[in-house]
């Protein structure tokens, strides 16, 4: 059965046929009126292509037509639906979506892919696969198949369903034998696909889409005895910047003392300070600040959190870093909770370090989201890194000890520091000490 995606707009004048839908639009001339009437019917609705040739040779048209027909059918495979009732549509998400049924043998094992999720999408069910080019439309009559493909379904035991399954890659017999995809988690593959333009059809890039709920550029501080930091000069003579890029390393070992709360207030200040706060302009209706680092759509949405060990002139606990204002403020944080943080932290350097100061970047999520659909974590993950390079050149520049770490717990972090996990919670860790 066939029909065309609900969003495809089908429209008939002066002899052209032109069919617009989310990838771009197709156009066709020479048709007969009588195929521009049907194919302007198929949106959102699926039909056996017997009933629509029987349809149009009903209505006066000739052999000839019919073969009209299937031919500007092919050209609009972007927007071409294919569905088996009533189990399942396969609606076509991607500029170049082929579709081609297979023709295996009947005693072939069927298995759902791995990489397949089942999620809600409006008031129904879809199937998708970053591996796709469709998505599949389900109905709950289809779910008993899905829980058997787990095991592996006969061919024919469901040939229409199954084959129309292979045909849009949501199964593959050889997919375990593939040294591209065996590498790949499940939850990483489809993060790539998804944060990319190519294998989906969703709203993608700067949508503004709750620009009636603008996040503020800086956060609310948190209450707490504030600690003023030092801010140094940036004219003072250093290391060449071939000397700092080539010297970076990561360094896990420290000093007999810690480093100072001087020198943390200038790494700081170097680092991660705001310059300053940018008012909403023509383009970019929303409020921003300029920083060290760079940050995508100049949205930084990033925060930092201090859990310190060993700082000369600084009490060991947790601290919010005020960016603007440059000074930390200290949070009622558990002492058994600040212990974990450290904890965790060397476990991420595989117990070699014992951090004198722990920086954990938080993202406020919604400061993000507010403006970009689709790649706003993405783009969240991509500011860390630049962030993680900005902190080990300044480090390297003032002869201390940088290390970025792989991993963190979210969880403990967002109990430390009294965050809401989905509002607000780590996205990246740092340590720092002397050398």
């Given amino acids: 059965m066939i029909g065309l995606r609900a969003d495809a707009a089908v429209t ?46 009903a209505e006066g048209g000739a052999a000839e037509e019919v073969a009209l027909l299937y031919l500007v059918l092919d050209r609009l495979r972007p927007v071409l639906v294919h569905g088996v009732d009533p189990l399942l549509r396969a609606v076509p998400i991607a500029r170049d979506a082929g579709f081609t049924l297979p023709d295996p043998a009947a005693e072939t094992i069927v298995r759902l892919s791995r990489f397949a999720l089942v999620r809600r999408a409006g008031d129904g069910l879809v199937l998708e696969s970053p591996l796709a080019r469709h998505r599949i439309e389900l109905t709950g009559e289809a779910m008993p198949l899905l829980a058997a493909l787990s095991r592996g379904v006969p061919l024919a035991e469901a040939p229409e369903a199954l084959r129309l399954l292979l045909a849009t890659g949501f199964c593959d017999p050889g997919e375990p034998d593939d040294p591209a995809l065996r590498g790949w988690d499940f939850h990483d593959l489809l993060f790539h696909s998804r944060t990319r333009v190519g294998r989906h059809d969703e709203p993608f890039g700067a949508t503004y889409r709750f620009q009636e709920e603008p996040e503020p550029a800086l956060k609310k501080l948190p209450e707490g005895e504030a600690i003023e930091l030092v801010r140094p000069s940036l004219d003072a003579d250093g290391p060449s910047f071939t000397a700092v890029l080539e010297g970076r390393r990561s360094i896990r070992q420290y000093g007999d003392t810690g480093l100072t709360v001087g020198q943390l207030g200038e790494f700081l200040y170097r680092a991660a300070r705001v310059r300053g706060v940018v008012p909403p302009q023509p383009g970019a209706p929303y409020e921003s600040s300029t920083r060290p680092y760079p940050g995508g759509g100049a949205v930084y949405e990033l925060e930092l959190y201090l859990t310190v060990d060993r700082c000369e002139g600084l009490e060991n606990g947790v601290y919010y870093y005020d960016p603007l204002g440059h000074r930390l403020i200290r949070l009622p944080a558990r002492p058994g909770d600040a212990r974990a943080m450290l904890a965790i932290a060397s476990m991420a350097t595989g117990g070699i370090a014992r951090p004198d100061v722990l920086i954990t970047i938080t993202s406020r999520f919604r400061r993000m989201n507010w403006k970009y659909s689709a790649l706003a974590y993405a783009a969240t993950l991509k500011t860390v890194g630049v962030l993680y390079q900005t902190f080990y050149l300044v480090a390297t520049a003032m002869g201390l000890a940088p290390c970025g770490l792989g991993s963190g717990d979210a969880d403990l972090a967002a109990r430390t520091f009294g965050l809401d996990w ?8 740092f340590i720092i000490g002397s050398v």
């Avoid at 156009?27 to 019917?41: D, H, N, Q, V, Y």
């Fill in 422 to 429: 989905a509002e607000e919670s780590s996205v990246g860790d």
């Fill in 12 to 57: 008939w004048q002066d002899g052209v046929l032109t069919v617009a839908n989310p990838f771009g639009s197709v156009s066709a001339r020479g048709l007969t009126p009588g195929i521009a009437a049907l194919l302007g019917e198929l949106p959102g609705v699926v039909v056996s292509d017997d009933d629509l040739a029987g349809k149009l040779l």
